[in-house]
């Protein structure tokens, strides 16, 4: 895996987080501004995936086996997506902290997979 995009997509993750818990604790739903960053956080996720399966096609093997490195890779690629959509469903405050959580989820899941690819 490449180390900078696994650290930049964490971070991006993490500010979204901090972005959304802000908007809950300040009783907001979502914004337009939102789903922007959430789109930026899922470009990078996506774009994580894409090289992960390029690198296993490769002939590159993580440490801690193939089969759940790739479950980890389409877990991130799919925390934020499932979250805004979650956040559309509750257009309360709910809604900006289910983004918040997702956010973090998708943080914790990059420490993994730098874990499960051997870093």
């Known amino acids: 895996m ?5 650290l930049a997509l964490g971070l991006a993750a993490l500010a979204l987080a901090a972005w959304c818990g802000f908007a809950f604790s300040r009783d907001q739903s979502t914004k337009d501004w939102h789903f922007i960053g959430m789109a930026v956080v899922t470009v990078l996720a996506l774009a994580q995936l894409v090289i992960g399966v390029v690198r296993l096609a490769g002939g590159d093997k993580p ?9 980890y890779l389409l877990g991130a690629a799919a925390s934020v997506p499932a979250a805004g959509f979650m956040s559309l469903a509750e257009r309360t405050r709910w809604g900006s902290a289910t983004v918040s959580a997702g956010a973090v989820v998708l943080a914790v899941l990059e420490v993994r997979l730098y874990d499960i690819w051997g870093g």
């Open 63 to 71: 440490a801690q086996g193939t089969a759940i490195f790739v479950a």
């Open 2 to 6: 490449i180390d900078a995009l696994t």
